[in-house]
Each structure stands twice: as structure tokens, then as C-alpha cells.
């Protein structure tokens, strides 16, 4: 038996403010969305892994998802570091700075944590 990652889920508050979050943050692209009367799902792709971000919107939802301790998180490395890192200051995004393992953490809108990574690290 072999398994393969296919996508994570993250459920936010306010679907389209995520979405723009995302492509401006990380570059994420909308590869596909399901609409149900309840929910929506978007599909977001980087555009070089198969791998995917599921958010989920839940449309009766109008209190903010408790996260408990933030003690998960995604992990994503990027070509320029630097840059990045400039980009997600400039956002003021970044909640969490590691400067001794050379990483740092960002919050989405709804309080995730997003770990940048330079690099090929993983």
C-alpha cells in the first residue's frame, strides 16, 4: 500500500480575503472550487507540486474558528528568502521569527500559521 499527500484544510471566516491572502503571500493560485449550499471549497496550487491548500468556508460560520495552542502549521520553502521575507514584513504577516534556524512563521487572516523555509529545506 502506498499513500500520497493530496491536500491539507483550512477552514476560514472569510473565504475571498483568505484567497487574495494566499496569492499575495505565497503565491498560491485557485486550481478548483466546489459551491454547496452550506459550504465552498477552494483548491489552492503552487503551481509545482501536486500537493494542495483545501480552504473551507463554511457559510452559517460567524464566530472565529478556535485554533487552541496554533501548535500546527504548513511548511513552504521559496527560492528567494529574502525576498520573501520582505514581502511578508512589508504584509506585516510575520508572527514568528526562528533567526537561529534561519526561518520564520507568517498568520493568515484567520490566524494559521505558515512556516518559510529557504531553500530546498523541508
Given at each position: 500500500?502506498?499513500?500520497?499527500?493530496?491536500?491539507?484544510?483550512?477552514?476560514?471566516?472569510?473565504?475571498?480575503?483568505?484567497?487574495?491572502?494566499?496569492?499575495?503571500?505565497?503565491?498560491?493560485?485557485?486550481?478548483?472550487?466546489?459551491?454547496?449550499?452550506?459550504?465552498?471549497?477552494?483548491?489552492?496550487?503552487?503551481?509545482?507540486?501536486?500537493?494542495?491548500?483545501?480552504?473551507?468556508?463554511?457559510?452559517?460560520?460567524?464566530?472565529?474558528?478556535?485554533?487552541?495552542?496554533?501548535?500546527?502549521?504548513?511548511?513552504?520553502?521559496?527560492?528567494?528568502?529574502?525576498?520573501?521575507?520582505?514581502?511578508?514584513?512589508?504584509?506585516?504577516?510575520?508572527?514568528?521569527?526562528?533567526?537561529?534556524?534561519?526561518?520564520?512563521?507568517?498568520?493568515?487572516?484567520?490566524?494559521?500559521w505558515i512556516e518559510i523555509l529557504p531553500g530546498d529545506r523541508g
Amino acid at each position: 500500500m502506498n499513500f500520497k499527500f493530496v491536500h491539507n484544510n483550512f477552514n476560514v471566516s472569510n473565504l475571498e480575503s483568505s484567497v487574495a491572502f494566499y496569492k499575495e503571500a505565497l503565491g498560491l493560485v485557485e486550481v478548483r472550487r466546489m459551491e454547496k449550499p452550506d459550504f465552498t471549497l477552494v483548491f489552492l496550487g503552487d503551481s509545482i507540486t501536486t500537493h494542495k491548500l483545501e480552504l473551507t468556508w463554511l457559510k452559517d460560520k460567524t464566530t472565529p474558528y478556535n485554533l487552541g495552542d496554533n501548535e500546527f502549521h504548513l511548511a513552504l520553502n521559496v527560492d528567494d528568502f529574502d525576498g520573501a521575507y520582505e514581502l511578508h514584513k512589508k504584509m506585516g504577516c510575520i508572527c514568528y521569527e526562528n533567526k537561529a534556524m534561519g526561518i520564520y512563521f507568517i498568520a493568515d487572516p484567520d490566524g494559521y500559521w505558515i512556516e518559510i523555509l529557504p531553500g530546498d529545506r523541508g
